[in-house]
């Protein structure tokens, strides 16, 4: 077996989890920062919150069930203590911050160069839109391969029963990013319109 494959694949947890961590200093600290108008200051938690869901995904994704992390903790200190959450606690859970943002300041398009790159509601619901198909996909939909996946409590962390209703979920929201993409004026639209 290739070290360097399993050791990169560790890095990658790691810089994921250190990510979050990131996420979770600024959310822990914004409200202390009076050079910040209340508008910033909630577009950025915003973005926080998105931010710290992405992360949390791309874990999910690559590693299946993660322990969901929503303070300063290290990886190390993660590891060590925390349990993995199952698959459906970790979609709930990045599908709720995800929804938070997007009602609470995240903006819907992006006007100025500096902030080119930075999240948008279009972006985070395709994210969206992506969990839900991958949940509703036989991989994760009631795939018995992973029957014997569980905590040390016995907690199994995959379900064993598949759901259709997954599809309909996973339709539901590439028809929103669709929809966006129909009504969100672009950053071109805009300046064009000054």
């Known amino acids: 077996r290739d070290r360097s494959v399993s050791r990169g694949l560790g890095d990658v947890y790691k810089r994921q989890y250190q990510a ?63 349990a993995r959450n199952t698959l459906g606690e970790c979609v709930r859970w990045i599908n709720g911050e995800i929804d938070w943002a997007c009602e609470n300041g995240m903006p819907a398009a992006r006007d100025e160069k500096f902030t080119l790159g930075l999240p948008t509601i279009g972006a985070a619901r395709a994210i969206q839109s992506r969990m839900l198909l991958m949940v509703a996909s036989p991989l994760f939909n009631g795939n018995s391969a992973y029957k014997n996946w569980t905590n040390h409590d016995g907690t199994v962390l995959m379900p064993q029963t598949y759901d259709k209703e997954l599809w309909k979920d996973a339709a539901d929201a590439a028809k929103t990013v669709i929809c966006l993409l129909y009504t969100s004026p672009s950053p071109r639209d805009t300046e064009r319109s000054r």
């Open 20 to 82: 979050i961590r990131h996420c979770n200093l600024f959310l822990e600290n914004v409200d202390k920062c009076a050079e910040l108008g209340e508008i910033d200051r909630r577009t950025m938690r915003a973005e926080a919150r998105f931010m710290r869901a992405y992360y949390h995904y791309l874990l999910l994704r690559l590693y299946g069930p993660i322990p969901i992390v929503e303070t300063s903790r290290s990886a190390d200190q993660i590891g060590a203590s925390q």
